[in-house]
């Protein structure tokens, strides 16, 4: 059992609180802090830290993921960008330790549609892919400097609005 969460927001913190703002730790081990619903959902902005070592920081409604957000695995992968439903959806960065980057389109958790994939040392053939991308595959080589400007800009809000609001 952890002792009483660090408040570093001044905000009232209530133990398993499910309306407003408030703290719970799950049976499992996973601890919430953010706001509530009236139903007792996770709703607005919160922090999420999994058993398994993943950070979610971001908005959430009725008790999923959903609009901006930054995911962060234990294995060094992390997401930062929009959210639906629980999933990547919309425009994000995705990037892994190795230099492994995706800036672009996600549609259902997965990398679908218009972005540019980039590999630091060149692997899997090339060190940068750039078009439309079908279920993380290059589909169709071209240009996309458009899809490529909002998702940085949407990783950077994301970025910027989970730490200022946390």
Not at 2 to 8: F, G, H, I, S
Not at 92 to 117: C, K, N
Not at 150 to 155: D, G, L, N, Y
């Amino acid at each position: 059992m952890l002792a009483a969460p660090r408040n570093p927001f001044g905000l009232e913190i209530v133990p398993n609180r499910f309306l407003g703002y408030g703290y719970h730790e799950y049976p499992d081990g996973s601890i919430y802090l953010g706001e509530w619903s009236s139903t007792g959902l996770k709703h607005g902005t919160g922090h999420l830290l999994l058993s398994n070592g993943v950070h979610y920081d971001g908005e959430f409604k009725e008790g999923l993921f959903s609009g901006l957000g930054s995911l962060r695995f234990p294995d060094g992968n992390k997401y930062e960008g929009e959210f639906l439903h629980g999933w990547f959806h919309g425009s994000g960065v995705f990037s892994r330790p190795d230099g492994m980057m995706f800036e672009g389109e996600f549609r259902g958790g997965r990398i679908w549609g218009h972005g540019l994939m980039t590999f630091v040392d060149g692997t899997n053939g090339f060190p940068r892919n750039e078009g439309f991308f079908q279920d993380c595959r290059l589909a169709r080589p071209k240009r996309c400097p458009k899809a490529i400007q909002k998702a940085i800009k949407v990783a950077s809000l994301a970025r910027a609005y989970t730490y200022q609001k946390m």
